[in-house]
């Protein structure tokens, strides 16, 4: 599960403490839900964006600073859930907070 946002780092620094608190009990709720159903693996915010560095495709491996992807949405964390299907992954991602944008991409397991 990806977590976006458009403008996500700003949005957040302007957040006053109540809307912090707000949005951390979604994040506990979405995740005791989960634990009903299944696991969270693992989870976390990310460091703002400006922290970021790409490394380009080749064999030179080039290194630009920031995300690659030219998105108006930025990428402010993850989930990597254990639950029995998409369904229901698709369900408990409705219980995240409803400002951000939640991607659900199985993992390739071989």
């Keep these: 599960m990806l977590l976006t946002q458009p403008d996500h780092y700003e949005r957040w620094d302007a957040m006053e403490r109540t809307e912090r608190d707000e949005f951390f009990a979604g994040l506990t709720r979405f995740a005791d839900a989960v634990a009903e159903r299944g696991s969270v693996v693992a989870g976390e915010g990310l460091a703002h964006h400006a922290q970021a560095r790409t490394l380009g495709p080749g064999p030179d491996r080039t290194v630009t600073d920031g995300p690659f992807a030219e998105a108006a949405e930025q990428l402010g964390g993850f ?9 229901t992954a698709v369900e408990l ?18």
């Design 79 to 87: 989930y990597l859930v254990d639950l029995p299907d998409l369904g």
């Design 93 to 110: 991602a409705r219980l995240l907070p409803d400002q951000i944008t939640v991607e659900l991409r199985p993992a390739v397991v071989e």
